[in-house]
DNA sequence: TACCAGGCATAGG
DNA sequence: CCTATGCATGGT
């Protein structure tokens, strides 16, 4: 990988298996926008990105070489050989040589921690457009401008100060008392969404399950997609049909009884180990796109 | 109108 | 450990 700086504009050559679309619209980051065919707008970091690909080059913009280095280098996780991992999936599972080869682009964002544990805490039974929706009521609530029409996502500090009916106001619905417990968590030190990066898996998901409204699945999507703990395996809806479909049913398809999550953790697990988390990522996707069974 | 959406808490086997 | 049900809200 080689980058160079110049018109706070940063352009990146040299990357392999690194698409933006795959990478982006995979479920795992929702403040983005798709402005054009392979470039997007971003909100993270308190800043607002434009990113595309110009033939083989990622072009970053607004960019300095400081902020590449220290914030987008790690968020898109460039410095992870990607190649690598998709050949050791690919050769253990004819499944995942199927998904991985059908978007061998995907990457796993390093998102923000506590952003990325309310989201998760907001996705449960709500479609991706009434998510994104939600997060931009409480992001143009309470969160700081970065400009017109533009907000970051609040603070723990922010979101402390608001009420339960600000946050009904702002579409929370049920969600709203889960989200000022985990506020109220991290606020008072009692969860410190650092520290879980470098403990134990299973020890960092029983943290996150001890606040309300956080379960298995999305405890497991805030491990994977912001606290680099890549042997976890999401399972949602869509990846568990895939499962169910390609490692459970018998050979009448429809007779086979539903897998539980555990069946299906434990049979991750032994087939993907420390790579459960990008198998997951390249099911998922495959599972949208395909629409199998059902 | 009724039913669903990347789950979770709760009550009951 | 597993299963059934309610849940705010917006969209078909």
Redesign the pocket.
Known sequence: MEYEASNNTVRVTGISSFDLGQTLE???CFRFTKDDENSYTIIAYGRVLHVAFDKDTFVLHPCTLEEFENIWMDYFDLNTDYEEIRERLSASDPVLKEAAAFAPGIRILNQEPWECMISFII????????IQQIIKNISERYGDRIRDGIYAFPTPEQLGRATKEDL?AC????RDKYIMAATEAVLSGRISLDELISIDTDEARKLL?S?????????D?VLLYSLRHRDVF?T???VRRIMQYFYFSGAEKNDA??A????IHTLASSKFGNNSGLAQQYL?HYARKLKIGL
Do not use: A, H, L
């Open positions: 995979c479920g795992q996705s449960q039974n709500k479609n991706i457009p009434g009904r579409k929370t619905g049920f399950m606040i309300p409204g956080i379960g298995v699945k999305v405890s999507c999401p949602d809806v869509w009884k539903e539980s999550i555990n069946e998922f």
